[in-house]
């Protein structure tokens, strides 16, 4: 299924149109007697364990992931600004895990690359022939001084990102704000992070909800980042730039949240130069995002980029690893330019299995990834832009002249608001 047709879906939505007008061909089976081990019940790696259930005949698939609830990330922007409850991003993990897939539900430990071994925390090993690295990343909380989860919800503190309880609590301390005014302190870190596009959603959301409520006037909205720019895309920047302006939303560039003071309201942030205090109201906390610390001291990380990060070292095009070329990298973990979200899941997983069955079947993988990442966009409630683009940052619209990407539409919102979930939860099932 190409773009165009993934988003058609989506339009049409329900769970059932996407799995079944969606989905893509059934390729031949192919008999093997591999063992196969996935790292991570995410959207990544339950999604793969579908596809290759399928496509591999006689294969040992093992799951490895302690997460006994499956989280939709994708609607906790949603939670966080009271457009819907926390359960709306909750499943049973093994409500989506195919049969033919064993899950093993505990902790990594260490991978040994060199033996083609995983250990878990409580001393279990696992052999593999092929491994897919798909455990997401680390919120690391604790760079933030002075601020622990316990907070979130209470003296104007927000954290939506750290799971559907704390996103609902930020709706709280974020409500509160919108009613009572003053100054609003959305922040985003200086690492790489997934789904770049949230902190600036919450942003627009909160301030149109204060906006409905007839309080304009009294909040102070200052969106603040260490980056010298409001999004990684030129062009996608300078429309939220403009569209800033226009809502009187100030910005302080190149600056990094390091500290609060949560009883006197005042922020550290570290600037070129030294540091700077900023006393708020509300505060929308987004942490340094890393990979799980297994994936660094097994020694799978990028060694020269993204060495303070540990992103998965992998050709950006197939995602396998440069050095072990039977482990593959998926999802958040994988240390590539761009690809952050579940859209680019959606494209990274079909070309993992791509390349896992050529070399099962002895020959080369053809299929490419090209960094597609989708970012529907909300700048208020009912209207949204559909960004999406590749590693080179050209805008790759799937409806072009039908749905212009920076544009804000209603048909751009529905899309976020109402049919990307059964779409998501069909690619979960391998089918989109």
């Given amino acids: 299924m190409d773009r165009r047709q993934f988003l058609s879906v989506a339009l049409a939505g329900g769970a059932a149109a996407a799995a079944t007008q969606g989905a893509p061909a059934e390729a031949q089976s192919v008999r093997t007697t591999a063992r196969i081990v996935i790292i991570g019940a995410g959207a990544a790696g339950t999604s793969l364990a579908n596809r290759l259930v399928r496509r591999l005949e006689g294969a040992q698939i093992t799951l490895i992931d302690p997460r006994r609830e499956h989280l939709y990330q994708p609607g906790l922007t949603l939670v966080a600004s009271g457009l819907k409850p926390a359960g709306y991003v909750v499943s049973d993990t093994a409500k989506w895990l195919p049969d033919g897939v064993t899950w093993l539900p505990e902790r990594v430990a260490a991978v040994d690359a060199e033996a083609k071994t995983v250990a878990t925390e409580s001393g279990e090993t696992l052999s593999y022939d ?9 919120l690391d909380h604790d760079a933030i001084e002075g601020f622990s989860l316990d907070m979130v919800g209470e003296n104007g503190i927000g954290a939506l990102y750290a799971g559907p309880e704390y996103a609902a609590r930020t709706w709280t301390a974020a409500q509160r704000f919108t009613e009572d005014g003053g100054t609003g302190l959305f922040t985003r870190p200086a690492t790489e992070m997934k789904c770049a596009g949230a902190p600036l959603k919450h942003t627009f959301l909160i301030d149109d909800i204060a906006r409905r409520a007839g309080n304009a006037g009294k909040v102070n909205m200052v969106y603040a980042a260490p980056q010298g720019a409001l999004f ?22 190149n600056r990094t949240l390091t500290a609060i003071d ?78 952050k979200t579940a859209a680019s899941v959606k494209w990274q997983v079909p070309v993992v299995e791509d390349h896992m069955v050529a070399a ?39 409806f072009p002249g039908i749905i212009a990407p920076l544009e804000e539409l209603w048909i751009s919102w529905l899309m976020k608001e109402v049919a990307l979930k059964p779409t998501y939860n069909a690619m979960l099932r391998g089918r989109a």
């Fill in 130 to 138: 092929y491994l897919v690295v798909a455990p997401g990343l680390v």
């Fill in 232 to 253: 990684g895309v030129p062009i996608v920047a300078e429309k939220v730039r403009m569209l800033f302006e226009d809502r009187g939303v100030d910005t302080l560039m």
């Fill in 360 to 398: 099962i079947e002895g020959r080369e993988g053809t299929a490419i990834y090209d960094g597609y990442t989708s970012c529907p966009m909300i700048t208020r409630i009912g209207r949204a832009m559909l960004v999406e683009f590749d590693y080179h940052n050209n805008l790759v619209p799937s």
């Fill in 262 to 339: 949560a009883g006197a309201k005042r922020a550290t942030f570290a600037t070129a130069t030294g540091t700077e205090v900023v006393d708020y109201d509300y505060i929308h906390v987004v942490p340094p995002q890393r990979a799980p610390e297994f994936v660094v001291q097994s020694g799978l990380a990028w060694a020269d980029k993204w060495a303070d990060q540990g992103w998965v070292e992998c050709d950006m095009q197939t995602l396998r690893h440069l050095r072990y070329p039977e482990i593959f990298a998926l999802g958040d973990v994988a240390g590539v330019p761009k690809g």
